[in-house]
């Protein structure tokens, strides 16, 4: 019984939590245009389905020959890298190094050059498939930022990325997201959490809590990293998050109940660090600006 028979049957939005969500994809890859149609028929915006970059592409393509070679980028001219192909070998318990060949490709033309004409047909044939074909890694983590910018996916357990609880204001993207999975030979499997339940309301609480406290630690550790290399585009990016994950703890207010108020805390707390950090950043980069002025 799918989750609508479901609600129809015993549920309405206002008895729900939300649902517990993980997808399954039983194909290694799926051609692009198929996958583009699959999100514009899911009424999903299609620019989520990203090209390739062809250095990326590329590297893909000569993958499989890792498993006897290193290969070691050698030189960077314009949009010209060159690889450096190195045969191994075990021999007598010894890995013995031999060089083989270059590799080359203009990462704006898209054109692959080798001296070995089977090296360079194969990683040509390899890289034109790379470009018009996405993997289930892809896939993945083209579904997590559709819910990163069009829901909220709260991990059961952190870092493991296996199943997510998604609240019942999203259930409609959830089954944008259905739809999309089927197409390209895949599903999402979806249980209800209903409320009611104290000990259900606790663990939903405590996940949604969870997630918007690692939301939050993950602002504070950026912003610790920024220098004056930071560009300025990045810390106002970071603080468009952290507006975003302090909306987020007052729109789940029912959820969290008295947790609300230690949230709020921490994320007005981690707005005054950002704010110290980035004038600090603002502050050492026209230090450096007016150094260099005065040495010149």
Not at 77 to 97: D, P
Not at 126 to 135: A, G, K, P, Q
Not at 232 to 255: G, I, P, R
Request: hydrophobic fraction near 35%.
């Amino acid at each position: 019984m799918t989750l609508n028979e479901l609600k129809g049957e015993q549920y309405h939005d206002h008895d729900m939590h939300g649902e517990i969500v993980l997808w399954d994809l039983r194909t290694k890859e799926v051609e692009l245009y198929h996958l583009r149609n699959a999100v514009i028929a899911a009424g999903i915006d299609d620019s989520c389905v990203r090209d390739l970059r062809p250095i990326t592409a590329f590297k893909r393509a000569i993958a499989e020959y890792k498993r006897d070679h290193a290969i070691d980028k050698v030189r960077k001219q314009g949009s010209i890298y060159t690889f450096q192909f190195t045969k191994k070998e075990l021999e007598s318990a010894q890995m013995h190094y031999n060089y083989e060949t270059v590799v080359r490709i203009d990462s704006e033309k898209g054109i692959i050059s080798c001296v070995d004409n089977a090296i360079q047909l194969h990683a040509s044939s390899r890289f034109s498939h790379c470009l018009t074909y996405r993997t289930t890694s892809d896939i993945t983590t083209m579904i997590k930022r559709l819910y990163d910018e069009n829901a909220d996916l709260f991990p059961l357990i952190q870092d493991k990325g296996v199943a997510y609880f998604v609240p019942t204001l999203h259930r409609d993207f959830n089954d944008r997201i259905e739809q999309l999975l089927h197409a390209v030979g895949g599903h999402l499997i979806r249980f209800p959490v209903p409320k009611g339940n104290a000990k259900g309301n606790s663990n939903v609480r405590k996940v949604i809590e969870s997630g918007l406290d690692n939301v939050l630690d993950d602002l504070r550790v950026v912003a610790h990293s920024f220098s004056t290399s930071t560009h300025e585009s990045t810390m106002v990016k970071l603080m468009e998050k952290w507006h975003s994950a302090n909306y987020k703890v007052d729109a789940y207010a029912d959820y969290l109940g008295e947790t609300k108020k230690r949230l709020v805390e921490k994320a007005d707390e981690i707005k005054k660090e950002l704010t110290k950090k980035i004038l600090e950043v603002q502050d050492a980069k026209a230090a450096k600006g007016k150094h260099a002025t005065t040495t010149t």
